[in-house]
């Protein structure tokens, strides 16, 4: 008699890139997710360098902890901008 291959029934497992973390920084509180290439599938724009965030780039998504509306006011960095983003000097100006 032939084998049936059967999925776990409603089991679900963490999906690698997927997991949500807080971050404490000087500025507050953070929900940080990393997406893999694979779950990019749209383009962003980074608010640390202002580039866009190709389709199938790793990157992070950040929202505060510390706002209630924080969710909806997520964004799309690239890895290295967030990680340095505490260092950068403010834009314009001299």
Same mark, same amino acid.
């Given at each position: 008699m032939g084998r049936k291959n059967r999925r776990a029934g409603?089991?679900?497992?963490?999906?690698? =890139?997927?997991?949500?973390?807080?971050?404490?920084?000087?500025? =507050?509180?953070?929900?940080?997710?990393?997406?893999? =290439?694979?779950?990019?599938?749209?383009?962003?724009r980074c608010p640390g360098c202002d580039q866009e965030i190709r389709p199938a780039t790793?990157?992070?998504?950040?929202?505060?902890?510390?706002l209630p509306e924080g969710a909806e006011d997520r964004r799309h960095w690239h890895t290295p901008?967030?990680?340095?983003? =505490?260092?950068?000097?403010?834009r314009g100006g001299k």
């Open positions: 409603s089991e679900s497992k963490p999906v690698f =890139g997927n997991s949500t973390v807080t971050e404490s920084h000087p500025d =507050g509180e953070w929900f940080v997710r990393k997406l893999t =290439g694979s779950s990019a599938i749209k383009t962003y790793p990157h992070i998504v950040a929202w505060s902890a510390d901008c967030w990680s340095n983003r =505490g260092n950068r000097r403010p």
